[in-house]
T-cell receptor, first 114, second 116 residues
Framework: AQSVTQLGSHVSVSEGALVLLRCNYSSSVPPYLFWYVQYPNQGLQLLLKYTSAATLVKGINGFEAEFKKSETSFHLTKPSAHMSDAAEYFCAVSGNTGFQKLVFGTGTRLLVSP | NAGVMQNPRHLVRRRGQEARLRCSPMKGHSHVYWYRQLPEEGLKFMVYLQKENIIDESGMPKERFSAEFPKEGPSILRIQQVVRGDSAAYFC??????????????FGPGTRLTVL
């Protein structure tokens, strides 16, 4: 069984500040991990994914995430927030062989103030 | 290269009516997945299909819901006799045929179903 916990349903930062969105996972098999972003009334866009290669994963729009097995975490960071980063962010986990359904967290809404 | 397409984008139904949601996967993709997003919640897996086959429907409600992905045409998620609790955003995702690995799923814009 797999699950994802996203701490903080809302995170507020100022423009230019560090963004940190937390994700902890539980998985009985080696996991693949994903971060997706959802803008209002739109579908999900893949930001980045971890597939057991490098533990530090770089994604689009300046985001990156680090897989820490000892902490069962996959936190998403960005050094400097931009107004356009305001959106809902979802962390997801799947297994690493064949088809494995994505199991999503409940999401974190990022608010960016000027 | 067009992305995953879903239609309609918004659908309003009265209780007891049927809802049909369509999904056209990305070109070259033969795997389709349906997820449901209830208000203020994350996405929940419903069903995984390949052409003419349902591979995993472990997330589908036992009654009123069905899905198909015919040889020709889009994948259809069908909800019969809708109830207010079916109001949600329904997302379709697709991935290419690639055996032996878990591939990235690309999501469509979703269909927002409102049941009056």
């Amino acid at each position: 069984a797999q699950s994802v916990t996203q701490l903080g349903s809302h995170v507020s930062v100022s423009e230019g500040a560090l963004v940190l969105l937390r994700c902890n996972y539980s998985s009985s098999v080696p996991p693949y991990l994903f971060w997706y972003v959802q803008y209002p009334n739109q579908g999900l866009q893949l930001l980045l994914k971890y597939t057991s290669a490098a533990t530090l994963v770089k994604g689009i729009n300046g985001f990156e995430a680090e897989f820490k097995k000892s902490e069962t975490s996959f936190h998403l960071t960005k050094p400097s927030a931009h107004m356009s980063d305001a959106a809902e962010y979802f962390c997801a986990v799947s297994g690493n062989t064949g088809f494995q359904k994505l199991v999503f967290g409940t999401g974190t809404r990022l608010l960016v103030s000027p | 290269n067009a992305g995953v397409m879903q239609n309609p984008r918004h659908l309003v139904r009265r209780r007891g009516q049927e809802a049909r949601l369509r999904c056209s996967p990305m070109k070259g993709h033969s795997h389709v997945y349906w997820y449901r997003q209830l208000p203020e919640e994350g996405l929940k897996f419903m069903v995984y299909l390949q052409k003419e086959n349902i591979i995993d429907e472990s997330g589908m409600p036992k009654e009123r819901f069905s899905a198909e992905f015919p040889k020709e045409g889009p994948s259809i998620l069908r909800i019969q006799q809708v109830v207010r609790g079916d109001s949600a955003a329904y997302f379709c995702a697709s991935s290419p045929l690639r055996t032996g690995s878990t591939d990235t799923q690309y999501f469509g814009p979703g269909t927002r179903l409102t049941v009056l």
